[in-house]
């Protein structure tokens, strides 16, 4: 197998880097530099139409793109620890978090990202305001996970799981775009500190 990787801030990449290292998974690895647009060379687009990372090419040639599902096919290779969960009733309660990050928390950050950021001030049909207009959003999402938390160790189940690294990634990416977790969100900040002290979060 051969992992197309993106380095750090990059979200998606890392979700799989992390669900690899949780698992024990050494992945063989090619990083492609998106400021250099590496992504979007006639190469990789031919891999992955959609030109982005992450995406993993089987030894067969068959190429698996977007992290979640790169995600299940790891998942299938290695089942333990049971990380999509392990009954019937946490693997839809997983699959319900991880889409709660992804509908509730991550347009406002995509939005602001696009259209607000430094580093895509050269993409085609940015709205400023439309950015700016997200910025509140992204708040409003963090404190429903903060209620969500409160009591719990972890976001979907009672052992770390997908869901948790979603979240993580989701949330450190908007630190990095200028929208980091506000002070009044208890619940949101200690589950962040835990998981961010397992040592799969460096890979």
């Not at 979200?11 to 647009?37: H, W």
């Not at 910025?135 to 999402?141: H, M, V, W």
């Amino acid at each position: 197998m051969l992992f197309f990787n993106s380095p750090n801030p990059a979200p998606n990449p890392r979700r799989v880097r992390i669900f690899a290292a949780e698992k024990g998974i050494a992945l063989d690895t090619r990083d492609l530099s998106i400021p250099a647009r590496e992504h979007k060379s006639d190469e990789f687009v031919a891999l992955n139409p959609r030109g982005q990372t992450p995406a993993l090419q089987l030894d067969d040639g068959t190429v698996i793109a977007e992290s979640v599902a790169i995600c299940r096919y790891l998942e299938a290779l290695q089942p333990e620890p049971p990380l999509f969960g392990r009954d019937a009733k946490e693997q839809a309660l997983v699959e319900m978090w991880n889409r709660r990050v992804e509908m509730i928390l991550m347009p406002p950050i995509g939005a602001v990202w696009v259209h607000t950021h430094k580093f895509t001030e050269r993409l085609p049909g940015r709205n400023l305001e439309w950015g700016e207009a997200n910025r509140p959003k992204i708040g409003e999402a963090m404190a429903f996970f903060d209620a969500a938390l409160e009591g719990r160790e972890f976001l979907a189940a009672d052992h770390y799981t997908v869901a948790d690294i979603l979240l993580l990634c989701t949330l450190d990416f908007a630190r990095f775009i200028g929208a980091a977790m506000p002070e009044d969100l208890p619940n949101l900040r200690a589950w962040h500190a835990r998981v961010s002290a397992r040592p799969s979060t460096a890979a």
